[in-house]
């Protein structure tokens, strides 16, 4: 039992290992600029909130929350925090990288 709790251990400390100074903390598929998602904003009518609120956006993001309690992130995807989660994740708005706490 004790062996298992030790295994899991690097799995929670990777999905706690960074923490946002603004907005939810997210694991997003990919993040692009403003210019690069325009498509992906035409179609979720985000073009301009988008453009209000700046940074990155996030597409396919799934929230990080407590330990235990929400997925960490998958290896192939990006840690970032982002001020306006839109379409249940689908699309978020003013990422920035994430800071890693050590």
Do not use: K, W
């Not at 690097?10 to 598929?29: K, R, W």
């Amino acid at each position: 039992m004790f062996a298992r709790v030790l295994a899991l251990l690097p799995l929670v400390l990777a999905a706690s290992a960074f923490q946002c100074n603004t907005g939810g903390a997210y694991c997003c598929d990919s993040t692009q600029t403003v210019q690069q998602a325009q498509n992906t904003l035409v179609a979720y009518n985000l073009v301009n909130a988008a453009a209000q609120i700046g940074g990155l956006v996030g597409l396919s993001c799934n929230p990080v929350t407590v330990i235990g309690t929400g997925n960490g992130c998958q290896a192939q995807q990006q840690p970032v925090c982002c001020q306006d989660n839109r379409e249940n994740g689908a699309v978020n708005l003013g990422c920035s990288p994430a800071n890693a706490s050590v």
